[in-house]
């Protein structure tokens, strides 16, 4: 059995984690922002790839030094952006790690079952990242352009705002009418969720009023309705200081949009709570590869 680097190339944030004996360790986060203007621009911006690039290199290096095969795979942003692939084989250039770009099925897949796979059980599961929302079951799997740094771009621009805190009621409502223009789900009802990515885990880590990050503690939490709307009231009265909040220094400017979209998203599929996993698409990835199915 081979041991592996999984590096994930995300719209927000790349993420690192060793996987030894099938086991994955504590994962990694490094802020790039890769996904940054793409709503706009339609590309990649340079200063974000450079940053992506420097990362992903120092962690391929620090991976094959310490006898792992480094395994990379990209979602939403390098999935999306018009010169997504062409940044994907600037990586396999100099880095020698051959990137893997999910479609948005793959990606809603490795997340299910990352989360499922963690024996937290549940009706349905949703995945919020950077610049895509997944909503899986057994029965089907979508993936939504509607991630934190994705629909940040497209509140701020609604509403001519510089941040996140400037006209949010209005930002809030942009959110919700860009996630209900794009749903594509028939009508559907759960009584409760499994919810994955950054956003979910931490808004569940706030709740619990932690300081620092502890996997232990956040999963298998449980977030209600009501506890997303008490988040985004307090991430408001915070203002400017969520940057000082040890959780939210990498954050500070998205995670109101994250809070926005899961709210939503939670009416949206008639769910009054939603528990908290923090194994998945990286495990369900790893699940994959490991078994020989990659391909």
């Known amino acids: ?122 009706a349905a599961m949703l995945d919020i990242g950077g610049a895509s929302m997944q909503v899986v079951t057994n029965d089907l799997g979508v993936s939504f352009r509607a991630g934190c740094v994705r629909c940040g771009d497209i509140a701020r621009e609604a ?4 941040d996140c805190d400037t006209l949010w009621r209005e930002q809030r409502e ?42 232990e503690m956040v999963n298998r939490a449980v977030l209600t309705a009501e506890d997303v709307e008490e988040l985004i009231d307090k991430l408001v009265r915070m203002g400017a ?3 000082l909040h040890p959780l939210l220094e990498s954050r500070h400017d998205v995670i109101l949009y994250g809070a926005f979209i899961l709210h939503h998203a939670m009416e949206r599929l008639g769910a009054s709570e939603m528990g908290v996993s923090c194994s998945d698409g990286m495990e369900g990835y790893l699940q994959v590869i490991s078994n020989g199915n990659d391909r």
């Open 241 to 243: 200081q969520r940057k």
């Open 1 to 122: 059995m081979s041991d592996y680097a999984i590096i994930d190339i995300g719209s927000n944030s790349i993420r690192y984690a060793e996987a030894r004996e099938n086991t994955i360790s504590q994962k990694e986060i490094y802020t790039t922002r890769l996904g940054s203007g793409l709503m706009r621009t339609g590309r990649l911006m340079d200063e974000t790839m450079d940053k992506s690039l420097e990362v992903i290199a120092r962690l391929a290096s620090r991976a094959r030094e310490g006898g792992l095969i480094p395994r990379a795979y990209a979602t939403s942003a390098v999935r999306d952006a018009e010169n997504g692939r062409g940044f994907a084989r600037r990586i396999e250039r100099e880095c020698g790690v051959k990137v893997e770009i999910l479609t948005g099925e793959q990606e809603a897949r490795y997340a299910f079952l990352g989360a499922v796979g963690s024996d937290f059980g549940g």
């Open 174 to 215: 942009a959110v919700i009418r860009y996630m209900d223009s794009i749903w594509e789900l028939p009508e559907l009802s759960f009584s409760r969720l499994v919810g994955v990515g950054g956003s979910i885990t931490t808004l569940a880590a706030l709740k619990q009023g932690l300081t620092v990050f502890s996997a």
């Open 159 to 162: 509403v001519c705002a510089p």
